[in-house]
């Protein structure tokens, strides 16, 4: 990983359909997408300036070691072939290991939450009422709290620098209808488990994660996206769960919180950042120390 870090993909061989808040999407004929990852960041639905090295190749690596590890349980949207055999020659060097070739999909126009433990906007959600999303919880948890099952938390999907809003799950069914959206349910439940048993063998706490899904040309269920990597989910180290339940407070995170973490300090102009673009330049030690967790958590999945 001693590439120069890409902020933007620029290819002249495929047309480019959309850049996401991290990955560009190219048109590879009608039935196919290319998927480049780059090394964007956001943070409270704001695309940073600044690229985190590395962390492209580490969201692919890690996506493609969960789409293999559940494939049993949902089929997903790769296709098997190589990028770097669809674009140009002098092009391979922006998609090598940062890239996936995928079916195109149908989009789900909701996303799909599985939380575990109490930690975010659920724990806000619980002090208030109770409840996340409608799901009633017993009282008595704290912050970071492992809840009695897993719980299935939908959100709508948020145009580019706005934010996911999260739902309840008949409102998920008004969307896209009760046999899809309890096909869904079931089947995010059972990614969420197989992958947190696994991780946790791995020292690390999936806290809560978000899927996405599309249905294929036949109407099938299909994982898409990306799965289980620190932008989509929360991981804690494992050793320091239970000093953290007993102060009431979060276990350092793996993934983006650390960013979160300086942007909720930082100030524009003298006053606080208000969560809107442009966000504050990322100092060079806070970009690094999010590479450095970003590594730390690939290292320890794939040990």
């Not at 960041?41 to 969960?66: C, H, N, Q, Y």
């Not at 090598?96 to 149908?106: E, F, I, P």
Request: aromatic fraction near 8%; hydrophobic fraction near 40%.
């Amino acid at each position: 990983m001693t590439r120069p870090p890409l902020l933007e993909s620029r290819l002249h061989s495929l047309p480019l359909l959309a850049r996401g808040k991290v990955r560009d999407n190219y048109a590879v004929g009608d039935d196919r997408l290319l998927m480049v990852a780059s090394d964007r960041l956001s943070a409270f639905d704001v695309v940073m300036g600044e690229p985190i090295p590395g962390k492209g190749e580490l969201l692919t690596r890690m996506a493609l070691f969960w789409f293999a590890r559940l494939g049993h349980i949902v089929p997903n949207h790769l296709t098997g072939e190589s990028p770097e055999a669809v674009v140009a020659p002098d092009e391979r060097g922006q998609v090598a290991g940062r890239s996936m070739l995928v079916k195109r999909l149908k989009p789900l126009p909701v996303e799909a939450v599985v939380r575990g433990y109490l930690a975010g906007s659920g724990w806000k959600e619980y002090r208030e009422g109770g409840q996340v999303c409608g799901v009633p919880l017993p009282p008595g948890l704290r912050n970071a709290s492992r809840l009695p099952a897993p719980i299935f938390t939908p959100a709508t999907k948020a145009e580019a620098g706005d934010h996911d809003e999260n739902i309840p799950f008949e409102r998920m069914v008004e969307i896209v209808g009760a046999p899809l959206a309890e096909k869904v349910r079931s089947v995010s439940i059972a990614l969420y488990e197989a992958a947190a048993a696994f991780a946790l063998t791995q020292g690390i706490i999936i806290a809560d994660t978000k899927f996405e899904f599309g249905l294929d040309a036949q109407g099938r269920l299909t994982l898409m996206d990306e799965v289980l990597t620190p932008d989509s989910s929360r991981f804690w180290p494992a050793e320091d769960y239970e000093a953290a339940l007993r102060e009431g407070r979060n276990p350092p995170s793996y993934d983006k919180q650390f960013v979160r973490d300086w942007l909720e300090q930082a100030t524009v102009d003298g006053r606080p950042w208000d969560k809107c673009a442009p966000a504050p330049a990322l100092p060079a030690e806070v970009i690094e120390r999010t590479a450095a967790k970003y590594r730390e958590a690939w290292q320890r999945l794939s040990a």
